[in-house]
């Protein structure tokens, strides 16, 4: 079933395509791309659809400063905030942080444990004890702490995040793939090919990894939402990117502000609900993925 | 005793994890740019004065030598001594670890009671129009920032209805005999509710999603069926026969979310002002506060470190499919 | 940086006004300009986006750094040859409320390489009036020197002094009575003052106040962070304390007298207890100043180094002999240096002297002092209780202070409207929130005062083009201050041309201010004097002078 039997030959592209086996019969998972489609369109056209830049001071025709303004005042849709950004234009501009740092770290996620999880399982051996023990050491270290200590010694950046999902995140999707590699490699037609006279490159890249490519785009899914909860995190503790805007940043910024008692609901609740809205979509895709990959098991 | 000997290699594993998580952590905070003791060298100190702290901190040595000190140190339970607080590291990580434990433990078994129930009732109703609309919600759950959720939380039950304190352990000024006395009073319960609420609403998802899944796969079991034919009540086949049998893994489960929960404690400690150990690293972290950041990591992966060896141990026990080549 | 449209208009006016001289130095290289991120310091972050704005329309380039605390001290402390300009602070503290640390040692050469002259300003004529009001004991003549000294900075303007900010705290006035708050000039209300009078007014009795920050320790000697003073002042007495003044009055000592501008004579208080029951003697005195200068405590050696001989005539008569005049000496010194028991201390100094730690890493299980409060507990980071001193000479008339560690603003103010706190101690938010909040509730007080500490853009004197007053003058200049007031502090805040603030009334000199034109054209005017030219929208350097730092 999890076979990539190739009947035709379609274009590269199409074969990727295909073999990432979409789930685009489960509605949810559906809802997620498109909500996945929405921000990326929104990143992408920011500086079209944002009316000002999202860190410009600005100031009310009477030159004071435009600051904690409610929705509609003055024509900012969603408000100013306490120093006078739009709050609107943040939101849309929080999207290209967000798609920056989930996509870059999904990426890191899924092609380092891709790598290490095939690596591993299929030659096994002394490399396969070596990466399953830094797999170890990696679930020793608490991931958000080794966030905000990094965070703290490397300057302010967004690709703190990153880096720090690279480093330690690979282990959930690498001991999942090497286990698949293991069931795959069990079969006969790896063996087969060698027999064939088949390279182990060839072998893996031809046989293994299309096998495993809906996996790895299934740990990267989650990655995303893990990435964007992390920075929303450490930008709250205030380790956060200061020259980036990013809605962790925004939510830090609106708390800081009193925004809960100025009852400034249009400052703390967008934000807020983005991040839940790509977050929970990344859930959705990989939710359909499970029904597609393993029926049983289905968590 | 195959049991015992994949215990034994399991314990040793862990303590060469241990030893590297320890590596790690000495090369990180030691090989950082900058002069550690910046932030705390008075600057009407004079060179000799300066050095003087240098040398109390040990900072004055070689790296591989402040690398053996640190780890013999270690070895005798000696977690140095902060640089803001000028008190021994393990003094002030044991009067705050209690704190998060209880937190920790407290939320973590409302999430189970929780997600275990209402696991179990959507196996029940698979398919209905309460399991189409249950799941979508509980995958939300996860997706929002812990400290959102919890600044909500505190706004709507805190600041708008006044049933809970907005933040600490205890009345402002109480005195307890002991750390049980507290915990066992009603006000320490007014104060725990709303940031265990926060952490549980967040990690009821893994219980609740696990226990639905293997509820699904032991109602379709032979046993399962038996029972049915032989005319048990659907109730009664749900209870006695497909929970039991699905608990189990979820209940191993529970050793590896302690470890994930004590990472968002972090947030959620500041969110709630809880003299904890998340919150003690956050602040030493921003205070450039080494010798303390690195006990109070320590100590978080440590525990981290020991769930997921409970874990494993509790899986090979009480699954002898695993095998342990 | 992104060409402005009104900088790219101005540039033009400039450019048109200004003659073509015959001789242009090299185009100013890129200024950094640094400041802590908006997250912790909103203020500051917001002052500097508007002041780089404002520089950007004379023609300057400016890069805004963003950097935490630990690497900005860094750079500008220990790397002093290193940077440009950098938004800086001082607080304001009670022993600083007389003018000679600001003035001396912000200032002075002497201090440029190491100490707090970190921007590296000289100008001997300076230090002569620097020196001078050090030893001045005459407070008419000193003031006059004081005086002097701001009309020189503010012709060099060193620094690029901003606002003295306003410090806003808020109590429930249905719990205390509001005549009996003390505000303290330059300090505001939360003060020791206020703590020893807060009168109550129904059965709650305790002070519950808020910080942010955790107490670091209560340790006499030992100055660690800011919260860990509100505790020691109220457990540990001084001879001498800062009253809401801003000016030392007599504390422990019952008086005090110069018998020359070296030799002073202190007379304590009759009756004065520990607060484990022993009597308070000239003894304990001597070996609390003494200790101060043991090498065990060096942060307060420099407040008791001045010092060559202290005589105990009786138990409540001692005579303090000086190596020189110091003007300061009450407020630095008598009203600094924590009085501490030497039945408890000597022991613990004497095993400190043989080991490695100094007795900054002392903590004292229960702190002993002969304060209004007694120390009673110590919960690590969630409060600290203390017990009304009722055998005090000025005993508190509230039962207990209690102190909470909450770092949430939000929850801080939650708390103060559901009476979990009664006295906000510490509010970093929002003033005009909190003030909202009071209007709502009607039974908050919020009270703001102006401090004496301010807020300043630092230029480092030692790098051309900063090393020019004029330039200096002329980026001041350019800041209109209300736009800071208004849009960085929400008007919480007085502009600011001289580190003396307002607050003290003493020895502000309110000249400094007059005159002080700001805006664009004055700065473009006085660039063009100074002989600065705009070539191309960029600032050059008059004459033929090069650029030695650029990157």
């Not at chain 3, 185009?27 to 500051?44: H, N, S, V």
């Not at chain 3, 600011?496 to 664009?520: K, Q, R």
């Amino acid at each position: 079933m999890l076979d990539a039997a190739v009947e035709r030959k379609p274009s590269l592209i199409g074969r990727l395509f295909r073999s990432l086996r979409l789930p685009l019969n489960e509605p949810f998972a559906v809802l997620g791309l498109l909500i996945y489609a929405l921000f990326v369109l929104t990143a992408i056209f920011a500086d079209q659809i944002a009316p000002y830049e999202p860190t410009e001071i600005l100031f009310t025709p009477d030159y004071n400063l435009a600051a904690d303004l409610r929705p509609g005042e003055d024509g900012y849709i969603l408000g100013t905030t306490s120093l006078g950004r739009d709050i609107f234009s943040q939101i849309v501009h929080g999207s290209r942080s967000a798609l920056l740092i989930g996509i870059t770290a999904a990426f890191m996620v899924a092609l380092i444990g891709s790598i290490v999880g095939l690596v591993s399982g299929y030659f096994r051996g002394w490399v396969d004890v070596i990466l399953m023990r830094l797999a170890d050491i990696a679930f020793g270290i608490p991931f958000l702490p080794f966030v905000i200590v990094l965070a703290a010694f490397l300057e302010p950046s967004i690709w703190n995040v990153v880096i720090a999902m690279a480093l330690v995140l690979w282990r959930d999707t690498a001991r999942v793939i090497r286990s698949q590699v293991l069931t795959l490699r069990s079969r006969g037609y790896v063996d087969a090919a060698r027999v064939a006279g088949s390279s182990d490159l060839k072998i893996i890249l031809r046989h293994i990894a299309p096998n495993i490519l809906p996996l790895s785009f299934l740990y990267g899914s989650i990655a995303i939402g893990w990435a964007i909860l992390t920075e929303a995190s450490i930008s709250f503790l205030g380790f956060g990117d200061p020259q980036s805007i990013s809605w962790g940043y925004m939510l830090q910024d609106a708390f800081a502000s009193q925004a809960l008692a100025k009852q400034a609901y249009y400052w703390f609740v967008p934000p807020g609900f983005c991040i839940i809205l790509v977050v929970s979509a990344g859930f959705f895709i990989t939710r359909g993925y499970e029904n597609i990959l393993f029926p049983k098991l289905g968590r | 005793m195959p049991h015992l000997k994949a215990a034994l290699s399991r314990t040793l594993q862990l303590l060469l994890v241990l030893w590297a998580v320890v590596t790690i952590l000495f090369l990180m905070f030691r090989l950082m740019p900058g002069n550690p003791m910046a932030a705390y060298i008075d600057p009407t100190f004079t060179i000799e004065q300066q050095q003087a702290l240098m040398a109390q901190f040990g900072l004055d040595k070689p790296l591989w030598e402040q690398y053996l000190i640190y780890v013999g140190n270690l070895l005798q339970g000696e977690l140095g001594q902060s640089f803001r607080y000028r008190e021994p590291v393990a003094d002030r990580i044991l009067a705050l670890l209690p704190n998060t434990l209880i937190l920790t433990f407290t939320s973590l078994i409302i999430a189970y009671v929780f997600g275990i129930l209402a696991g179990a009732y959507l196996a029940w109703k698979r398919g209905g129009v309460v399991e189409h609309a249950a799941i979508p919600l509980v995958l939300t759950t996860r997706a929002m920032p812990e400290f959102w959720l919890g600044m909500v939380l505190l706004a709507v039950f805190s600041f708008n209805l006044g049933w809970f304190p907005a933040g600490g352990t205890r009345p402002a000024g109480a005195n307890y005999d002991s750390l049980w006395a507290l915990y066992t009073s009603r006000d320490f319960l007014t104060y725990l509710a709303l940031p265990a609420l926060t952490l549980a609403i967040y990690s009821q998802g893994l219980p609740l999603l696990l226990m639905r899944s293997n509820m699904l796969d032991v109602m379709k079991e032979d046993f399962v069926t038996m029972a049915r034919i032989k005319g048990l009540s659907n109730w009664t086949v749900v209870v006695r026969h497909a929970a039991r049998n699905a608990l189990l893994p979820v209940m191993t489960s529970f050793a590896i979310a302690v470890g994930y929960q004590l990472q968002g404690n972090v947030v959620v400690e500041s969110v709630f002002s809880w003299p904890g150990l998340g919150r003690e690293l956050v602040n030493a972290v921003s205070a450039s506060d080494y010798p303390l950041a690195q006990g109070a990591f320590l100590m978080i992966a440590v525990v981290v470190i020991v769930m997921n060896l409970i874990a494993d141990l509790l899986y090979a026990f009480l699954d002898p499919r695993i095998s342990h080549a | 940086m992104r060409p402005s449209f009104r900088a790219v208009g101005l540039a033009a006016i400039l450019a048109a006004t200004a003659a073509v001289p015959a001789l242009a130095g090299d185009q100013i290289r890129t200024i950094d300009l640094f400041t802590r991120p908006q997250a912790a310091q909103p203020q500051e972050f917001q002052s500097i986006q508007l002041i780089a704005q404002e520089w950007r329309k004379l023609g300057l380039d400016v890069n805004v750094r963003v950097m935490p605390w630990e690497q900005m001290s860094d750079i500008v402390w220990y790397q002093r040859e290193a940077w440009d300009v950098t938004a800086w602070q001082m607080v304001g503290r009670p022993e600083r409320s007389d003018p000679d640390e600001i003035i001396y040692n912000l200032f002075h050469s002497s201090t440029a390489e190491k100490g707090y002259n970190f921007i590296g300003y000289v100008n001997p004529a300076y230090d002569e009036v620097a020196t001078a009001q050090r030893v001045e004991i005459d407070e008419e003549a000193r003031k006059e020197l004081i005086y002097k000294a701001q009309e020189i900075l503010a012709a060099d303007q060193p620094n690029m002094m901003l606002v003295h900010p306003r410090q806003t705290f808020a109590f429930d006035s249905t719990v205390w009575n509001k005549e009996s708050v003390v505000e303290q000039s330059g300090i505001g209300i939360r003060n020791t003052w206020t703590f020893m009078s807060l009168e109550p007014l129904g059965e709650q009795k305790d002070i519950i106040l808020n910080s942010g920050d955790n107490v670091q320790a209560i340790n006499p000697l030992y100055i660690s962070g800011g919260v860990d003073s509100w505790v020691f002042e109220l457990v540990y007495d001084r001879i001498a304390r800062v009253g809401p003044d801003g000016l030392p009055q007599p504390w422990a000592a019952e008086s005090y007298e110069w018998r020359d501008d070296k030799t002073i004579e202190v007379r304590l208080r009759e009756g004065m207890n520990w607060h484990d029951g022993e009597p308070l003697t000239a003894e304990d005195v001597k070996f609390s100043f003494e200790t101060a200068v043991s090498g065990e405590a060096p942060m307060y050696a420099p407040f008791a180094s001045n010092i060559e001989t202290i005589e105990v005539v009786d138990d409540l008569n001692l005579v303090f002999t000086l190596k020189q005049p110091a003007a300061s000496f009450i407020t630095s010194s008598l009203a600094k240096i924590n009085l501490i028991p030497k039945h408890v201390w000597e022991p613990v100094i004497e095993d400190l002297k043989t080991k490695e730690e100094n007795a900054e890493s002392y903590q004292e299980q229960t702190p002993i002092g002969s304060g209004p409060f007694k120390f009673e507990r110590w919960l690590t980071n969630e409060e600290i209780v203390l017990s009304a001193n009722e055998d005090h000479f000025n005993a508190p008339k509230a039962d207990r202070w209690i102190l909470r560690i909450v770092p949430n603003v939000e929850a801080a103010l939650g708390m103060l409207r559901s009476g979990e706190i009664n006295f906000m101690g510490e509010f970093s938010g929002d003033p005009q929130v909190l003030i909202q909040a009071a209007e709502q509730d009607g039974d908050l007080e919020v009270v703001s005062t102006v401090e004496m500490g301010f807020r300043y853009v630092a230029f480092n004197n030692r790098r051309a083009p900063f090393d020019d007053p004029a330039f200096r003058k002329a980026l001041s200049q350019a800041v209109d201050r209300r736009l800071i007031v208004g849009a960085a502090f929400r008007g919480f805040a007085v502009p600011s041309n001289s580190v003396i603030s307002p607050a003290l009334e003493f020895w502000y000199d309110p000249a400094v201010m007059e005159g002080f034109e700001t805006g664009i054209d004055v700065a473009a005017r006085m660039l063009e004097e100074a002989g600065y030219t705009l070539e191309g929208g960029r600032l050059h350097y008059p004459g033929d002078k090069t650029e030695e730092f650029a990157k």
